[in-house]
Structure formats: structure tokens, C-alpha cells
């Protein structure tokens, strides 16, 4: 292991814990991820020292509350490689972030017969508000194919687009089959087209470095939480051209820039997009996490993942009725399977008696769990701050279970 793993798990005080007086082994982390000392240090700090409503106060801790917000929006803006820092907005998280541009994008962009391409690996998050706006405007939903290694069908991509086409929304890596899109690639073809991009990096951000200019992509969400970072916020990206030209998704204070009964006109980006008091302790708290995982370092993370998950693969295959759902070439820490015919939620129950937390069932993809034929999966997700050693206990646990129940 290239880290000093004893270190960083010092960091995150519930690794110690013990469920059912067995070691806690966390590998739901596509779910959500653990929380460092730093982030929690600063919230408290936050909240004890440093409190109050932002942006309309002329007092010092408004002054200074305002500040650590926009500074923590440079801090998202630098970690994926955004031009400005008024092409980040907060949200409440990737799902949210969506919604935004579905919601206001859809609104500006989108009439009757026109079309929207998703992909059969989406979470329900980027499925449901393009399934909404197509209702509401008549528009089609179209749906980028995808092999039984869990990789999209390219060429039936360029098939899906013809002039209709509006809008290309896609994961940029799947919850489910930890499949790292070719992403650069499928934004040229949609760019050949004139045709924006949104990708859902919900699961990307934690794991790979992402830079969205050199993405060139138009549209980029992700969620703290799984990037160690508290719950209740997250992130949209937006290319200052497209967001410009969208009309504010909620109304409320501090989107305005003049309000009377007669007209109401907005204020400039990115605050045209944050109606109410903003999750200023969370965007703070965001900033830090970014700080932590940057100390760390990226691309070792992405390295420690990759050998947590092969170690992890190549032992659970010694369970000969093992099923692996996700065996691209390109593929995060993800690691979904079923055993035989044996319901995931069964082999869930067992392994949590052990200690060991995984996810099972659909993991918001139903149409995906449609597609494998199964109606759901285990699902093992990795962090940096996870061992072999947990991985020998899992896997020791898993045929335990197996043995119980087959
Ligand atoms: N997209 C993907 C790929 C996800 O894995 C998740 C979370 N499971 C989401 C979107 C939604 O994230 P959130 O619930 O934090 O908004």
C-alpha cells in the first residue's frame, strides 16, 4: 500500500468503531464516505467561532462568513478545473444539481419532439428529472445501450443522436458497475453536433481527477458526501454561456438583484442559482474535504482503490457460484456481484452480523437491474482509507454466509 493506511485511518474515527462487537469494515462508500477530523473540526469551528448569515451583513463575522464561502467556491472551482468560480453553484447534491439544470436548461432549450440521451447504467438521479421534463414538455427520453461487461455501445450512441437531440446526460462513472465512461470521447461526438453535455459525477470526483475544462463539458455535478465532505451540499457546474442564458430555478433571497411588484430582475452568476441562505458551513466544509483529499493526493488514491478492488475481485472469484456485475477494462472501486441465486439482501444481513457494511438491492438503477436480469446486487465500494486486511475479513465472511445459505 502506498499510503501509511494506520495514519489516515487515524483520521476518521469511525474506522475504529465496532458493530456488534466485531471490527467495523465500511465498504459502502459509493453510498457515502466517512468523515475526516478536519471537515468536523471545521463545522464546529464554524458554528462556534465564525457564524452568520452570509452575504447581507456588514459585521465582521458576516463579513468573514461570506468570505470563507467564496473562497471555499474558489477552492471547488481550482479542484475540477473550472475557468471562474461563478460557474460553480452549491446545491444540495448531485441529485439537486440536476433537478437545476433539468428544471431551467430544460425550461430555456427544450420544446415538443425534442429529444434527451441518458444511459442504461444511470442512477435514478439522472434518469427521473429528464423523465419529468420530457412529461412536461412532450419530449423523448433515448437510451445509450450498454454490453454485458457493463460498457456503453458507442456506435449506437452516434446512432441515438439526430437534430432533435438536446441534451446528452450520462454518469461519468456508474454506482453500480463502477464503469469509468469514455467520456472525453462522447463529448466530441456531441459537440460534433453542437449538442451539450451533463455528466453526473457522483461517483467520479471522489476517485479520479476530473477537470472539466479539459472535458470540455457543459455541465458537471457531484455531492460532498462521497467525497468526505457533510451531507446537504454539492455541486453544479456550469459553463458561464449556458448558465447565463438560463432562467433561475427558485425564487428567493439573494437570486435578485431588484425586486418590486412590477418586475423583478436577477443577479449576476453564480448567485442567480442560490435562492435563501446558502449551506455556508457545508460549502466551507466542502472545501476543506477537497483540501484533505488533495494532501492525499488523487492520483495515489486512484491507484490504492484500483488495487483495493482487484485484490478484491481476484478473491472473491474463489467463490466458484460468485456472479461479477461490472468487468470493464476502465472500472473504479466498485464491486457489485450476486452469489448463485442466493438474494443479495440475505448475503447483506449476514455480512452486517460480521461487521462488514455493503449495499444491496437496486442502487437507484432499476432500469439497469432490468437490463442484468437481477433485482439487485452486493455492492462493496472502496475508499483510500480501506486495507487488504479488510478485504480478507469480507471475503472470509462472504463464504461464511455462502456456506450458511446455499
Ligand atoms: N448519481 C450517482 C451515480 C450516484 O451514485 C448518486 C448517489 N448514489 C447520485 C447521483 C445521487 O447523489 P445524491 O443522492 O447525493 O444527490
Not at 462487537?21 to 468523515?35: R, S
Not at 469509468?180 to 453526473?200: M, S, T, Y
Not at 437570486?255 to 412590477?262: A, H, P, R, W, Y
Not at 448567485?271 to 466551507?284: C, H, I, L, Q
Amino acid at each position: 500500500m502506498i499510503f501509511d493506511t494506520t495514519k489516515i485511518r487515524n483520521d476518521f474515527p469511525i474506522l475504529a468503531d465496532k458493530v456488534y462487537g466485531k471490527p467495523l469494515v465500511y465498504f459502502d462508500n459509493a453510498a457515502t464516505t466517512q468523515k475526516p477530523r478536519c471537515v468536523v473540526a471545521k463545522i464546529e469551528e464554524l458554528y462556534f467561532h465564525g457564524n452568520a448569515n452570509i452575504h447581507r451583513g456588514v459585521h465582521y463575522l458576516s463579513q468573514k462568513a461570506t468570505e470563507a464561502h467564496e473562497n471555499a467556491r474558489q477552492t471547488v472551482a481550482n479542484f475540477i478545473g473550472a475557468a471562474a468560480s461563478s460557474e460553480i453553484i452549491f446545491t444540495r447534491g448531485a441529485t439537486e444539481a440536476i433537478n437545476l439544470v433539468a428544471s431551467s436548461w430544460g425550461e430555456k432549450f427544450c420544446s415538443a419532439g425534442d429529444e434527451i440521451i441518458v444511459s442504461a447504467m444511470e442512477h435514478h438521479s439522472n434518469i427521473v428529472p429528464w423523465q419529468m421534463l420530457c412529461e412536461r414538455k412532450n419530449l423523448k427520453l433515448r437510451v445509450i445501450p450498454i454490453n454485458h461487461d457493463g460498457e456503453l455501445l458507442l456506435d449506437e450512441y452516434e446512432n441515438l443522436i439526430n437534430e432533435k437531440t438536446r441534451l446528452v446526460a450520462l454518469a461519468h462513472i456508474s454506482n453500480v458497475l463502477g464503469t469509468i465512461n469514455p467520456v472525453k470521447k462522447i463529448i466530441e461526438i456531441a459537440h460534433k453536433h453542437n449538442i451539450p453535455v451533463l455528466l453526473d459525477g457522483a461517483q467520479a470526483v471522489p476517485h479520479i481527477k476530473v477537470n472539466v475544462s479539459e472535458l470540455d463539458v457543459d455541465f458537471y455535478v457531484f455531492s460532498g458526501h462521497k467525497i468526505y465532505a457533510p451531507t446537504g451540499i454539492g455541486v453544479l457546474y456550469g459553463k458561464t454561456n449556458l448558465l447565463d442564458q438560463m432562467p433561475p430555478y427558485q425564487g428567493g433571497g439573494e437570486m435578485i438583484q431588484n425586486v418590486s411588484f412590477e418586475k423583478t430582475t436577477y443577479n449576476s452568476l453564480p448567485f442567480k442559482f442560490e435562492a435563501g441562505t446558502p449551506d455556508y458551513v457545508g460549502s466551507v466544509a466542502l472545501a476543506t474535504a477537497l483540501d484533505y483529499v488533495q494532501s492525499i493526493g488523487l492520483e495515489g488514491i486512484a491507484t490504492c482503490e484500483t488495487e483495493l478492488m482487484r485484490y478484491a475481485t481476484k478473491r472473491i472469484l474463489e467463490i466458484p457460484e460468485v456472479t461479477i456485475f461490472g468487468t470493464s477494462a476502465a472500472k473504479s472501486a466498485v464491486l457489485s456481484f450476486n452469489v448463485g441465486k442466493i438474494h443479495p439482501y440475505d448475503i447483506g444481513v449476514l455480512l452486517d452480523h460480521q461487521g462488514i457494511a455493503v449495499r444491496t438491492g437496486h442502487h437507484c438503477a432499476q432500469p439497469l437491474m432490468d437490463f442484468l436480469k437481477v433485482p439487485g446486487t452486493i455492492r462493496a465500494s472502496f475508499a483510500f482509507y480501506n486495507t487488504f486486511d479488510e478485504i480478507d475479513t469480507f471475503i472470509n465472511a462472504l463464504k461464511k454466509a455462502v456456506a450458511m445459505l446455499l
